[in-house]
């Protein structure tokens, strides 16, 4: 009677568990449709409908404590391309703080802090996403006429590009020393590009803006050291020998940045194994979900502006989507050795479980054994939270105008040359107008 009465209240309690791990789950579901909607207005380039959508998010309690970073990046984006630069810098401000106190706090966790859902654990960002929220930051502060802010913000991202090698496997050592099951392989893979050429490619404008030859053509070096790193990546290259006038701050007074494409996007890949069991009697079944990282295949070719007549390229400086997939490709070994053990752990819990209970109840045994694979498939899900606003591509160059009123068309071309989308902006130069930045973004 008595071991009746243990096996019932430990089925009770196993099930009250399974029901909070689903209503967990329920959530990050929540989130990711919540994110696909963000990502769809603002990609259409509806910034008030994105703005009106944080909104409904922040009342509706679907970014919980655990997404703070995730909203404030945001924030910060749809802020920044509504002309809101002020409040922009206070969102990303946010998301680096959070970002780097998350990164801390995920290296000094114990164990069991690997055996939990990452859909459950605070958001600490991408590594890739730290770093661009910076780009954003200088944009905001060129916008705002202060450039030695904006130049902080460039070094900021060139420091943080340089560390991530050291960032991600400093990550995989941190779980290496927590992991005292000794059943996975803590390895990190490379990261093959250590140089932004957008930060490089700012800081030498600003520079020679600012009357400091010597660091801009320091930065200029560097803008060709990161111009071949992504060349590695990428079917595309710009060339260095283009980008040489803006070592020439006498021969222009504005900055076109234009931004096209999307994110990448994050998508659930399934894992289904059958292990064998420790005590070699029998097998347990396995199920983890690790997030893969895939490319938007963007329309956009080439970006042109069209000013009084006159046709200016703009110049492939960064694809900071495929940057991105780059430097996760280095997190994944880390995220599939995580992710499996979390499951194997789970597997091994339940599996023991089901055996314990088939000593009082063969039939009941066999019940706890499907209801732990049911549980596996229900309860197991990648993280798939990202900064959905982020663009895919960042494309610049600089012009001389003269003084007066500008009408300006931003055209953004197919392969073919067609023109997809074309933005109508106007610009007014000053006699004294030092640079002028003009800003642009389609994101299809």
Not at 46 to 71: C, H, I, M, N, P
Request: charged letters at 25%; glycine letters at 6%; hydrophobic letters at 40%.
């Amino acid at each position: 009677m008595a071991s009746k009465l243990r096996l019932h209240n430990f089925l009770y309690h196993s099930i009250c568990l399974a029901a909070l791990l689903l209503l967990s789950g329920c959530h990050a579901y929540i989130l990711d449709d919540a994110q696909q909607d963000l990502r769809s207005s603002f990609t259409a380039g509806d910034y008030e409908r994105s703005t009106q959508l944080l909104e409904k998010f922040k009342s509706d309690d679907v970014y919980k404590g655990k997404d703070a970073v995730l909203k404030n990046l945001e924030s910060g984006m749809v802020h920044h391309f509504a002309g809101n630069y002020d409040s922009s810098n206070v969102f990303f401000d946010k998301s680096e703080k959070q970002i780097d106190d998350a990164y801390t706090k995920s290296i000094s966790r114990g164990l069991a802090s690997l055996l939990v859902n990452d859909n459950t654990l605070v958001y600490d960002g991408e590594p890739y996403e730290d770093v661009y929220l910076n780009a954003f930051k200088s944009l905001n502060y060129v916008q705002l006429g202060d450039w030695e802010a904006a130049l902080v913000e460039t070094r900021r991202m060139a420091f943080k590009m340089e560390q991530l090698d050291i960032r991600i496997k400093g990550l995989a050592e941190a779980f290496a020393q927590k992991d005292t099951t000794g059943k996975v392989d803590w390895s990190s893979g490379e990261v093959n590009i250590q140089n932004s050429a957008f930060s490089h490619y700012l800081a030498a404008v600003l520079y020679a803006k600012t009357g400091k030859p010597d660091d801009a053509r320091i930065e200029f070096e560097k803008l060709g050291t990161a111009l071949q790193e992504q060349s590695r990546l990428t079917e595309r290259e710009t060339s260095l020998k283009e980008l040489e006038r803006i070592r020439e701050p006498q021969n222009y007074n504005v900055l076109i940045s234009a931004f096209s494409g999307q994110a990448p996007i994050k998508q659930q890949e399934d894992f289904r194994l059958w292990l064998d069991a420790e005590d070699g009697e029998g097998s347990f079944y396995v199920k983890f979900s690790i997030p893969t990282i895939h490319l938007y295949p963007s329309r956009v070719y080439s970006i042109r502006a069209k000013i009084d007549e006159t046709y200016i390229p703009l110049h492939l400086i960064e694809e900071m989507d495929v940057v991105s997939k780059e430097v996760y490709k280095a997190k994944k070994p880390v995220i599939y050795a995580r992710s499996l053990l979390r499951a194997t752990v789970k597997a091994t819990g339940s599996t023991l479980i089901a055996s314990s209970v088939r000593k009082e109840n063969k039939g009941l045994g066999l019940l706890v054994d499907i209801l732990g694979i049911i549980g596996q498939e229900a309860t197991e899900k990648a993280d798939l939270r990202g900064w959905q606003t982020m663009p895919g591509k960042a494309w610049m160059n600089v012009i001389e105008l003269p003084p007066g009123n500008h009408p300006i068309e931003i055209q953004y071309l197919s392969r073919t040359g067609r023109v997809l989308f074309t933005e109508h902006q106007s610009i007014t130069v000053e006699e004294n107008t030092a640079l002028e930045l003009v800003e642009s973004i389609y994101s299809q």
